[in-house]
């Protein structure tokens, strides 16, 4: 980031529920920002229509028009392809399905767009302004609705030979585990995710176990979340704490794999589900120590990430800076 | 590789039966080989003088003194730290531990001399001399007795923050599989190396499977390897058939593993355990592909090794080289 200071560049964050635009100067500072809806359900049109219209908005608030951007960095949940710009599959925007979406907005925009899956994104913010700041070979991981990462190999994100690394949310952990949306089955994300732990915390309900968590939700089962098994977990419910205890071990068990595969200096995780903090880290730390070996396990350190909903628009600001 | 035509190093290959060296030139061609007995069981110091031996024995075969020699590659499998020379553990000599190996080689002969995972030395090996040439993102497996992989990015071998990536033979792929000796269990080398598959012959055999694997091995279970299924297999035996599918399948859901973890352009299958051949390829890729997104697994092109039982003394050999 050696641009002069009038470089600007917009980060973007589409998300299932949210588009996020903000502008960012060359220090990596938001200069403004801005909200919208990402309507999901009605195609790629609709979709780039609030992009643009959230980054005209925030365009707006900084005095700025499109033509002043040196860049735009674009991060978006799920499988997509760097250097053509189309995103294949979104977990959380299933109407999007091999949708060229950096051409799309480029051609609006008269602009660069860089395209990147949100965990890259995240990680290349947390490398230059959140915890893993001189970080060099670490590897950024998301516990959220599903779990993505980001690698970072010699300070760059690790793209593999078609842009498409890296998806450790779909390593198999339990080969004969539960059925996941990508076709395989045991995969990391239907176990250790915040879906899993909601899937598997309802299902324990409907077996008839007696617990808090329902007080939480009006006594509908199909609305508990992590959130709602953290808040009864806090207050000492059993089932709520089974639940984070299992989702631990999940947790553990994959990165247990990242460490002796990457063998990193640093595991940064981020993502709404480690909002439930140390009583779901501690013990997938332990679980991933006790099965790593030793002489891997002993110098990676663990890390919560910084950027928290901010580490879209930021990562992919980052990395469009990074691009110039 | 652009020495001078007079450059000559030399590739050791520890095994936990064998010491291979050889002399090799710039082009990576051998000019001579020796193959040694290794004490596994007598400790580093005997160990080490088995490996000089060797070294002199090449060394008078090709006319030369260890001053004659630029440098020295040293494979040997388990784990080891390439900066510090020393070896952690090897699965197959359980009396070398935490020793610096490539310093007390490098204390006789007076050159440098480069400590590398043998799976690691077989990677280069093949991306120079092989299966990979050409190629610049791969990962090199090794089904053998463990497994092991090198995993090569940007034509160069990814080391990891302390030199011990990468150990995929030890990634959960089911999570409360078999112990394996590292203290975890379920890892894909308990469940898809030639050990494995000749753990549960053994056990199905032991369960009253009427086959005649022991037909082989003068009906001695305890003497049931890889290649005696095998020959069974081939003359259509059922339990045969049926092990060496099992195994495919658990060799397949590892290798989705690396697909999507990685999105290699190629993977290349080496060890004793892929002599088996299709038999035991064909359904593991199958089973890979199925597993792993398509986007990802259509893109990867699945390799036999090209370098057999050389590649461990012709990969150190080349790294070495490539270190000058």
Redesign the interface.
Known sequence: MSQHDDTRVIGIDLGGSNVRAAVVNAQGQMLARDQGITPADEGSEAIVKSILDSVNRVLGQAHLAASDLSAVGLSCAG?SNPETGIL?TSPNIPTLKDVPLAGLIEKELGKKVFLMNDANAAAVGEMHLGAARGA??FIYVTLSTGIGAGVV?DGKI???????????G???????GPECY???R?CWEPLASGTALANYARRRIQEGIKTSILDYVDGDAERVTAEVVHRAAQRGDALAKEVIARTAY?VG?GL??LI??????LIVIGGGLSNIGDMLLEPAYEEAR????S??SD??RFARAKLGEDSGVLGAAVFALGEL
């Open positions: 499988l294949y060099r070979n190999i690790y793209a593999g030979s078609t842009g498409l690394a890296s998806e450790p779909h390593m198999i952990i339990s080969d004969e990508c076709g395989s045991g999940y068990v247990a794999n002796n595969i990457f063998n990193p200096e006790r099965r790593a070996f002489q891997m110098v990676v």
